[in-house]
């Protein structure tokens, strides 16, 4: 009898289980209605005995009101059950979570109680209700889709038993993985691991895993660099066979090849990049030509001629979308012997690029464009500091050429703020590394004229390159499709919050349109430089703004104030770039406009990708500071309040960058709560305020390497 228990309990898991994964396929398109050969066919359940269960699965989806029935035989999402939302779940340091519901303007508040087995970044469906009067809750219903499947954690074996547990490292994990004996592979007690989770069986405390790959020992520098790049799922090296395809390209700059592009490689031509660059993706020509006008030439390197669809190398490259810089290494989109070999355009060696030329007169207007692929000769490299110093000096090697080029970047970038464009000019923090890979000083990277030069030229080609696909000779729209560099308007409510906020220091800000909002920024920007209020402020003008993303749709680029804009500029290191060079030869071809929806899904997931490499290199820099700091520890500092939560405030030191937190049970003269419309943290009894921007006198107290995490006590002279 109690077998026959045992598998109607099974059945139930396998029918719950499979319930699930039809939720997940119909949930694809909400909107579509299915009959039951269609679901089995998606979910590749094909044989009658799978059909069966199918139909069993789905008469208990239609009881329970997950699903409907259209009409006999036909089923939809049932998306109006009481109060269920469909969202994305977004943890904090808490436990507690936000779900972003598209639509929904704010984030409805889940207690870590009701979070069900949700990770960070699933798609849930959740029930909501207002709770005491106060604002909308939820809890969990079901995860409809897990965001990740794999973690970085440190194994801890259980003395004396034949399991362990995996401890993650991100807080937003708000629970151990169970590692039974048989999935150990060789984990020793206290490593560095990285878990795939198996199942998470309902009721249970702790989802089950396995260990799949030992990182090393926590705190060290390999394996924590390697286990950010774990983190975000992104690849340290390549596979062997990508490697070997990239060492077979035909390098040779042959006479075939050569006759059908316009060659260039008499024309003087140089690079200007970091001084520690290899991969050169640009290069400058210029010229006076006889009518009094000046040719210069934007060349690119031409990667589309070695790199093509649907070879092994084209899906690596695609799969990574972009190269991941962090800060003792670069994790490249493309193996050494193209980023830094075959496609750099590296000195006294000529190149294939695909080229934007102009002829510009004396006031930086166009009178002439030309776009396509070119043969190139690079006469000299530059690195910023020396292209700088002939702008500052007017002496050294083709000073002529550096000066004529920074007089027409300084006319562009004044047109262009005369325009719109936002000029967020933020320091970006690097370090000086010992042969150890340990920093030893913290410096902060400044863009100087041979900066704005380059950046002016890339925009340049950038911008005309979008408009020579998107627009015909008549300027109208030729609805082509292009993969485009997008950035929406600021979000008024942000906007009307900044304004209100920053009024309290005294500065104005005009919201009456976007010309006007654009000029208040720009306004705001200059007069908070140097004041000590500047970081706070530019921190929450930038936190206004929308994130620039990749699109078929041409909504323009807030930021640089231009109807359209694309990348074109970096295909080393860039995907969408590749993208651009191979639409934009498709149409110089006379290739008529391709699928919009494919180059689409393609746009979507080079900005997921940039996303994610944007984040392990944050991650990255706050590992390499918490290292720096930890000779640091118990030693004041001079801070800025940079932000502000409801279980602490953060602090910066300006001097090095580095921001550590001051927990509220910490501050034991005050019983303190957060006052978010005012970013500032308030005493109940004394009236004591730490706003955001205030200067603090701080201790260093812990460096914590694993959590990449340091705390900091508030000194009161």
């Known amino acids: 009898m109690k077998n026959k228990k045992n598998i109607s309990h099974k059945n139930e898991q396998k029918l719950l289980d499979l319930g699930r994964t039809i939720l997940r396929f119909m949930n694809q398109k909400t909107s579509k209605i299915y009959n039951y050969k269609q679901i089995a066919e998606g979910i590749d359940y094909k044989n009658p005995r799978q059909r069966e269960l199918v139909i069993q699965a789905l008469h208990r989806l239609q009881a329970t009101q997950k699903i409907k029935e259209t009409e006999k035989g036909k089923y939809i999402v049932n998306l109006n059950i009481e109060g269920t939302l469909t969202g994305v779940i977004d943890f904090n340091q808490s436990g507690n979570a936000y779900v972003k519901v598209e639509g929904i303007n704010d984030d409805i508040f889940i207690h870590q109680k009701n979070v069900k087995d949700a990770l960070q970044g699933d798609k849930v469906l959740i029930v909501t209700y207002n709770f005491k009067g106060k604002k909308l809750e939820g809890s969990v219903v079901e995860v409809l889709e897990r965001a990740k499947d794999t973690f970085v954690g440190t194994f801890q074996k259980i003395a004396e038993k034949d399991f362990g547990f995996v ?14 004996k048989n999935h150990f592979n060789g984990a020793e007690d206290g490593d560095k691991v990285i878990v795939k ?44 066979e990508v490697e070997h395809d990239a060492d077979q390209i035909d390098r040779s700059i042959n006479a075939d090849e050569v006759a059908k592009r316009w060659d260039m490689r008499d024309i003087l031509t140089f690079t200007i990049d970091p001084k520690d660059a290899k991969d050169f993706d640009d290069a400058l020509s210029i010229r006076k030509l006889d009518s009094g006008l000046w040719e210069i030439g934007v060349h690119i ?15 690596e490259a695609y799969a990574r979308a972009t190269s991941v810089y962090l800060v003792d290494r670069v994790v490249p989109m493309l193996p050494e012997v193209l980023s830094n070999d075959v496609c750099s355009l590296r000195p006294n060696e000529d190149k294939f690029t695909f080229s934007a030329v102009f002829e510009l007169d004396e006031e930086a207007k166009i009178h002439k464009q030309w776009f396509g692929r070119t043969v190139i000769h690079s006469d000299r490299r530059f690195a910023y500091e020396e292209a700088q110093e002939r702008i500052e000096t ?28 936002i000029t967020f000019d933020r320091s970006e923090v690097r370090f000086n590394l010992d042969e150890n890979n340990k920093p030893i000083g913290v410096y902060f990277k400044v863009s100087k004229d041979s900066n704005h030069l380059i950046e002016e030229f890339m925009l340049l080609a950038n911008k005309k390159v979008s408009e020579f696909i998107s627009l015909n000779k008549r300027n109208e729209p030729t609805g082509n499709t292009f993969i485009y560099r997008i950035h929406d308007d600021p979000d008024p409510a942000k906007l009307t919050a900044l304004r209100d906020f920053v009024g309290s220091f005294g500065y104005k800000m005009d919201l009456a349109n976007t010309q006007k909002v654009a000029e208040s920024l720009n306004k705001l920007l200059s007069d908070v430089k140097g004041k000590g209020e500047e970081n706070m402020i530019e921190t929450l003008a930038m936190r206004s703004m929308s994130k620039a993303v ?15 804009y694309s990348h074109f500029t970096s295909p080393i290191r860039r995907y969408p770039d590749l993208i651009a060079h191979r639409l934009l030869q498709h149409y110089l071809d006379g290739g008529k406009s391709p699928n919009k929806e494919e180059v689409e899904e393609k746009a979507k997931h080079c900005s997921a990708m940039e996303r994610l490499a944007s984040e392990a290199e944050r991650e990255s820099i706050k590992f390499m500071q918490v290292k720096f700091m930890e000779d640091h520890v118990g030693e004041v500092f001079s801070g800025v309040i940079s ?5 602490g405030f953060w602090v910066e030191i300006p001097e090095n960058g580095a921001e550590g937190m001051i927990k509220l049970r910490d501050l034991v003269d005050d019983s303190y709560s957060l006052d978010a419309k005012n970013y500032a943290i308030i005493g109940s009894r004394t009236g004591n305020t730490y706003q955001l921007g205030d200067k603090v006198k701080i201790k260093v107290v812990k460096a914590n390497l694993i959590a ?4 900091f006590k508030i000194i009161n002279d």
């Open 301 to 315: 390197a031409d990667v589309s001629h070695y790199v093509k669809p649907g070879t092994i190398l084209d899906d």
């Open 643 to 647: 932000g502000v939560a409801e279980y």
């Open 394 to 421: 007017k002496e050294g090697d083709l000073v002529e050429e550096i000066l004529q080029l920074d007089k027409l970047a300084k006319i562009m970038r004044q047109e262009r703020i005369r325009n719109g464009a």
């Open 550 to 564: 990749y699109s078929t749709d041409p909504i323009g680029h807030y930021g640089l104030g231009f109807e359209y």
């Open 197 to 240: 989770m198996l199942e998470w069986k309902p009721g249970s405390k702790n989802p089950e895993g396995e260990i799949t790959t030992v990182l090393g020992t926590p705190g060290d520098h390999e394996t924590e660099i390697h286990s950010i790049l774990a983190e975000y799922g992104l690849p340290y090296n390549f596979p062997p």
């Open 167 to 180: 401890v993650l490292d991100k807080k937003k994990l708000n629970t151990d993985i169970f590692i039974s």
């Open 708 to 711: 990449k995490q340091l705390d």
